[in-house]
């Protein structure tokens, strides 16, 4: 069981240039996320998604787009990177049910805008 | 959504039982508390959650008084491995993620 899987680990980018991030999980969970961490801080929710088909913008979500075509995975794009994206970024993802606020997360996307 | 706060840092040794301390004065009646644990280059991974009274699983207790106005996350004989950043939050169980994550409590743990 591979959990969340996100891809890639590092990845160094040049301002204005796009990119996607990748994030899969084998749980058959409904809700999945992206976050964003700058240093010293907590996590700030970018995006959303409570089913395939369905997406919400969280606190962070300009500059980002997200797509959910399948439960399974969830990509998270920067359209025109810029040096205030330069993150950790996590993907998450959660069952719903009974389960309270158990969320499961990846191991983490290290991105810098230069 | 509630607004959770906690201490910026702390310091403990080995064997020592530690405790930390969250306020959460505008928790809803529908809202769980849960904890999370980071470790350096890696993601939040979930501690224990409770709603009232305590909670004990393998790894920790939480203790939540009657008001549930606060909560304290209890980490028996903590070792050097411990040491990491802990997260209070505070959401119903259909939050739809949206707990919001300050900046935690810096443990770190001296042999």
């Known amino acids: 069981n591979a959990g969340v899987t996100q891809t890639p680990k590092f990845q160094v980018l040049k301002t204005g240039q796009s990119m996607t991030l990748q994030c899969a999980q084998d749980?058959?969970?409904?809700?999945m996320s992206w976050y964003r961490q700058d240093p010293g801080m907590g996590l700030r929710l970018i995006h959303y998604?409570?089913?395939?088909?369905?997406?919400d913008q969280g606190e962070v979500p300009n500059g980002y787009n997200v797509s959910r075509s399948t439960t399974e995975d969830f990509p998270l794009r920067l359209l025109s990177a810029a040096p205030s994206q330069t993150s950790v970024y996590f993907c998450a993802s959660r069952p719903t049910g009974g389960s309270g606020n158990t969320i499961y997360f990846g191991e983490g996307s290290w991105l810098t805008v230069v | 959504l509630a607004k959770t706060t906690q201490p910026i840092s702390m310091d403990s040794y080995e064997g020592q039982e530690v405790n930390i301390t969250c306020s959460h004065n505008?928790?809803?009646?529908?809202?769980?508390i849960t904890w999370y644990q980071q470790f350096p280059s890696q993601g939040p991974r979930f501690i224990i959650q409770g709603y009232k009274t305590k909670v004990t699983n393998e790894v920790a207790s939480l203790f939540i008084p009657a008001d549930r106005k606060s909560s304290t996350l209890s980490l028996p004989r903590v070792s050097l491995s411990d040491t990491a950043v802990y997260y209070c939050l505070v959401g119903d169980l259909d939050s739809n993620y949206q707990l919001i994550w300050g900046a935690g409590t810096k443990l770190i743990i001296k042999p």
């Open positions: 998604s409570v089913g395939a088909g369905i997406t």
């Open positions: 505008n928790i809803a009646t529908n809202d769980y």
């Open positions: 749980m058959n969970h409904e809700y």
